[in-house]
């Protein structure tokens, strides 16, 4: 017997030596019944087998025993992108985003080292779920971002400094403005020099005017 809340629905049976397992087409072709010891077993286990099952045995006594199945999805690998967008003008904080498909139980974490230092949940196994982490740049930490259930669990790793070196676009953002800086700072210095160098030219030719001036009075 299987149902989601209580055992309702017949889905094996064994009498007399004889194993019948086509009472429901859920289960079809995914049940094998031991005709020996009566163990039940089920293939190629999904999500909604979970719920509760009964075995019931009927001679000159009835005896029934429940058991409750619940069936976990293998957890996938978090992802970790880095928001360029996110961080500020001087490239000395990351905000780094860790997601991962959604199931049954599963529990996104960030680590820094063996401390935990955030963790969310959500009830929908359909959704996505994202974690972001606020991390300086360049330091010497290890950050992971950890997936799990009850019966599984994945995890990606993060080096800040490595990331720094690797971050792709976001490193090409901030090597840009550097050099945007940079350039801008070089050519208002040659400007002022330019213009310091002329100024300079200038007292000389009417100094050497006035010179000339007096000579010829």
Known sequence: MF??????RRIARMKDGDVRTNYNTFFRD??????QSGSLSITEL????????MCQSIGSHIFSQQFNLIVYASVCTPSIRINSSAMNSRCSLLTVECSVQSSRELRLSWFRGRDKLKETSRPDPSSTLHLSLLIQA???DEYSCVAENPVDQKSSRLHTADTCLNKGETLSWCNTEATVRLVFSAVLGLALLVLVVDHVRF???IRQRCRECHLIT
Not at 3 to 8: C, S, V
Not at 30 to 35: F, N
Not at 46 to 53: A, I
């Open 3 to 8: 149902g989601l809340e209580k055992p309702d």
């Open 30 to 35: 995914r049940l094998q019944l031991d005709h």
């Open 46 to 53: 999904r999500s909604n087998d979970s719920g509760v099952y």
């Open 138 to 140: 360049g330091d010497e």
């Open 203 to 205: 007292r000389r030719q």
